[in-house]
């Protein structure tokens, strides 16, 4: 088939990036004619909260792409739609996570729809965002009008779709696991390269911090844990609001000799070190609809504790592959302390090794073409 992928990729980072980058080689390794077409600009400096849009590693893998549109330029947002048009695919992929997008993509498939019988799917990580945005409902119902068929990633992202759109054509597809971040490497030598030592206890919270992601309750969990042994927590991730508030946290909790901040955009090619020294992955999310940490984690067959919200419980497998646990202090250091006392490493890595399959690249690309010819 003749696939066009509209969405950012290199030389923008971050999950959404990757997402595409590794859907893009999937479909390429299923014989499929596929391109990219990229943005110029994402995400006006203004409202972008971190420091750059853009990857710094020189050794991330460089995507081929078309960068052509503008997020905040309706004129391009025709351009594209006729561009795509004239390429007469079989099927056009956007990636929707944000209304923010959702007049530039209504535009850009609705002028592909009028221009060819291309199908339209959208690919959705969330429909109502974590963090109140205006007029969130009618945007992205907008952006709806000329979809033919809907791959969401959770119950909760299809619950959302179907409030919106009540008779919509949809497949529920796990989030597959993120494959780019390279092999594990020895324990140990990913913590020498952290400076952590051999013996010590290791809690990993990775990616970027906002408010809806709960390091607030990891952090006043820590004195709990602290209580029945030595513990440290990682923090690994660019800070995306004022970082104040979570180091006021520290200081009054009296646990700074026990937290490890990281405080920036960790590159592809360290991404590896981070869970490799690790012992378990914590999610301490107030609301989700889904998470790639989860599927990084799952790379490395590193356990996973997440809160019992969003579409989270559908991938951490309570009990075999991580704990699921409601959102507050009390109960993710219970978990936490359980996972340590139980010694449950080495089981729930097995336990992650066998379901891997679940969450694979080769199924997504299946249920595309499956859509593809409804």
């Not at 299923?30 to 400096?45: A, G, S, T």
């Not at 906002?210 to 820590?222: A, I, Q």
Request: charged share 25%.
């Amino acid at each position: 088939m003749k696939i066009i992928i509209v969405g950012p990729v290199y030389p923008y980072r971050g999950g959404i990036a990757h997402y595409i980058k590794l859907l893009y080689k999937s479909l390429i390794r299923n014989n499929h004619d596929v391109k990219i077409f990229n943005f110029k600009r994402l995400y006006p400096n203004f409202l972008f909260p971190g420091k750059t849009q853009f990857e710094k590693s020189d050794e991330v893998e460089k995507i081929e792409s078309k960068r052509i549109i503008d997020s905040v330029n309706p004129i391009s947002w025709f351009t594209t739609g006729f561009k795509i048009a004239k390429e007469k695919p079989d099927i056009v992929i956007f990636k929707y996570w944000l209304p923010f997008f959702a007049p530039c993509f209504g535009i850009t498939a609705g002028i592909i729809k009028l221009l060819s019988n291309s199908k339209i799917i959208f690919i959705c990580d969330n429909i109502t965002p974590h963090e109140k945005f205006p007029l969130s409902k009618p945007l992205s119902k907008f952006a709806f009008l000329f979809v033919d068929h809907f791959i969401v990633q959770s119950t909760s992202v299809e619950e959302d779709l179907l409030k919106i759109k009540p008779r919509a054509s949809y497949k529920k597809v796990f989030h597959p696991i993120y494959e780019i971040f390279g092999k594990p490497i020895d324990r140990n030598e990913a913590r020498k390269l952290l400076g952590i030592r051999p013996d010590e206890k290791i809690l990993l919270f990775f990616g970027y911090i906002r408010g809806y992601k709960g390091l607030d309750l990891l952090l006043k969990s820590m004195k709990l844990v602290l209580s029945k042994f030595p513990v440290k927590l990682l923090v690994a991730g660019e800070f995306y609001e004022d970082p104040k508030r979570y180091y006021k946290i520290v200081e009054e909790e009296g646990i700074a000799d026990f937290v490890i901040f990281k405080s920036e955009y960790i590159p592809n090619d360290e991404v590896k070190v981070y869970f490799c020294a690790s012992d378990l992955v914590v999610l301490p999310y107030i609301s989700a609809t889904q998470s790639g940490i989860v599927q990084i984690a799952y790379n490395f067959n590193k356990p996973v504790i997440a809160t019992n919200v969003g579409g989270l419980p559908e991938v951490v497998i309570d009990g075999e592959t991580g704990f699921v646990v409601e959102p507050s202090s009390e109960k993710l250091a219970e978990a936490i302390i359980k996972f340590f006392e139980w010694d449950l490493a080495e089981t729930f890595s097995k336990n992650i090794e066998n379901v891997k399959e679940k969450f694979s690249w080769e199924h997504l690309v299946q249920i595309l073409e499956e859509l593809s010819s409804k």
